[in-house]
């Protein structure tokens, strides 16, 4: 699935350590646009899993810039709640606003 929106909030990164010993990261974004019901702001938070990954957004996002998120929508059960996370794989700047050094996408 694909949104597009303007960044408006960049979480700081998460960093722990699995059970198994491995060492993860992961960082929440939020983008906004006006697609709501008679145009008002919906808001959408993201999450981003993996070091390469977090590093790359950081190095290439900002808060304000309009960007086109690329995402999985994934739901899990704990205890017999239900959580859903919007796990973004690919994120985009919209044209018109890419400087040259932004030119590669971020990942």
């Known amino acids: 699935m694909e ?17 198994a010993g491995k060492e993860w990261k992961k960082l929440t974004f939020v983008i906004s646009n006006n697609d ?16 390469d990954k ?10 304000g810039k309009k960007v086109e998120v690329s995402y999985n929508i994934e739901s899990k059960e704990y205890n017999g709640k239900y959580y859903t ?10 044209e018109g606003q890419v400087k040259e050094e932004d030119a590669e996408p971020p990942f």
């Open 85 to 94: 996370n919007l796990s973004a794989w690919k994120v985009l700047a919209i």
């Open 36 to 51: 709501g019901y008679e145009g008002r702001e919906q808001i959408f938070a993201f999450d981003i899993f993996g070091a």
């Open 3 to 19: 949104l597009k929106g303007e960044i408006k909030v960049i979480l700081d990164t998460q960093e722990g350590t699995s059970a």
């Open 54 to 63: 977090v590093d790359k957004f950081l190095q290439h996002n900002e808060v």
